[in-house]
């Protein structure tokens, strides 16, 4: 029976919140005479025996763990992070307290003292889009670890997606569809003076690059294009691309919005999806993607994952045990019928 006395049942039976039971069972100091007697009470009455595996986690046992943002919760493919996040939390009782600063910088600070003064056993801070960071001093105060982003330095662990890999896989399906002249919309124009750090940009194209070297199919700069992603510039560059002496027959694109308005430039000129040009997108945005028709082929963002990856090494972490950790997950090919 004791093995399925849950402390929410204590808590109740002895009056207090979840928290309080879990600091009196785990001898937290900061717990009054009075409370801490009522939770032991209750334990015994309900014949109550904890499990002896310990923690994985060290410091406070709040079971809360902090969930930072900069804007994902308001990004419709990037708030599969927070899912991911949750159902290992849930898995191994611990409760999610979420935040998203909306990059306001007081925001940030703010959510971390409330999570500081819960004392979350860790944290995870997440960008909207993958890339450096620069983060609040206050989170050096507890465990922490980042999810689609990093440290410059990389002074903590940080799960970040495989863009190279992602770029190469893309590239790699074409050219085993029969593809040869595949052309690619990158996601900015690196030649507007100020370049974005965005890994994306950069690894996408090695990917892209190294997979046509490494079948034999010559690099040919002229199918390269940068976008600053607006809808006309995408169309702009899909029709330039178009009116090449030797035009592409496949077009990888940078992301899936791309892809969209690659679509409308393709229909206007006549082109057939994918019986005259193939496109492949990038993000796997289930609205644009599904919607499209013929639905689209793309590389998925593996957020969902990353969430995942971020708490569990937070549960299973050795402190102070080697380097931090910097790992980049797989960006699984979701095959439709664009290619």
């Known amino acids: 029976m004791s093995s399925r006395i849950t402390i929410r049942e204590i808590a109740k039976r002895a009056g207090v919140g979840t928290t309080t039971v879990s600091r009196v069972l785990n001898d937290h100091?900061?717990?009054?005479?009075?409370?801490?007697?009522?939770?032991?009470?209750?334990?015994?009455?309900?014949?109550?025996?904890?499990?002896?595996?310990?923690?994985?986690?060290?410091?406070?046992?709040?079971?809360?763990?902090?969930?930072?943002?900069?804007?994902?919760?308001?990004?419709?493919?990037?708030?599969?992070?927070?899912?991911?996040?949750?159902?290992?939390?849930?898995?191994?009782?611990?409760?999610?307290?979420?935040?998203?600063?909306?990059?306001?910088?007081?925001?940030?600070d703010a959510a971390l003292d409330v999570f500081l003064e819960r004392e979350v056993e860790g944290?995870?801070?997440?960008?909207?889009?993958?890339?450096?960071?620069?983060?609040?001093?206050?989170?050096?105060?507890?465990?922490?670890?980042?999810?689609?982003?990093?440290?410059?330095?990389?002074?903590?662990?940080?799960?970040?997606?495989?863009?190279?890999?992602?770029?190469?896989s893309a590239v790699e399906t074409a050219i085993r569809a029969g593809h040869k002249r595949i052309a690619f919309i990158n996601l900015w124009d690196d030649n507007v003076g100020v370049t974005p750090p965005f890994p994306a940009i950069y690894g996408r194209l090695r990917g892209y690059r190294q997979a046509l070297t490494d079948h034999g199919i010559a690099v040919d700069d002229a199918l390269v294009r940068f976008s600053n992603q607006t809808p006309p510039e995408n169309y702009r560059l899909t029709r330039e691309l178009m009116a090449l002496d030797?035009?592409?027959?496949?077009?990888?694109?940078?992301?899936?919005?791309?892809?969209?308005?690659?679509?409308?430039?393709?229909?206007?000129?006549?082109?057939?999806?994918?019986?005259?040009?193939?496109?492949?997108?990038?993000?796997n945005i289930a609205h644009i993607a599904e919607g499209l028709l013929p639905a689209l082929t793309t590389i998925q963002l593996p957020?969902?994952?990353?969430?995942?990856?971020?708490?569990?090494?937070?549960?299973?972490?050795?402190?102070?045990?080697?380097?931090?950790?910097?790992?980049a997950l797989p960006c699984p090919l979701v095959a439709r019928e664009s290619v």
């Open 303 to 327: 957020h969902y994952e990353m969430g995942r990856w971020a708490v569990q090494y937070l549960m299973d972490r050795a402190q102070g045990e080697g380097e931090p950790p910097q790992v």
């Open 246 to 283: 030797a035009r592409p027959t496949a077009i990888f694109c940078g992301n899936d919005k791309i892809a969209m308005n690659c679509y409308s430039a393709l229909a206007e000129l006549g082109l057939r999806v994918p019986a005259d040009v193939a496109v492949i997108g990038f993000d």
């Open 123 to 168: 944290i995870i801070y997440a960008a909207m889009y993958h890339r450096p960071v620069e983060l609040p001093a206050a989170l050096a105060k507890a465990p922490a670890v980042l999810a689609n982003c990093y440290l410059e330095d990389r002074s903590l662990p940080s799960v970040v997606p495989d863009e190279f890999g992602g770029g190469y």
């Open 29 to 108: 100091p900061y717990v009054s005479e009075d409370k801490r007697q009522r939770v032991l009470d209750a334990v015994d009455a309900l014949d109550y025996r904890p499990s002896q595996t310990a923690r994985h986690l060290r410091g406070s046992p709040s079971g809360l763990l902090g969930f930072l943002t900069d804007d994902v919760a308001t990004t419709p493919y990037a708030v599969d992070i927070i899912r991911g996040a949750q159902d290992v939390a849930w898995r191994h009782n611990m409760v999610l307290l979420v935040a998203d600063s909306g990059k306001n910088p007081q925001s940030a």
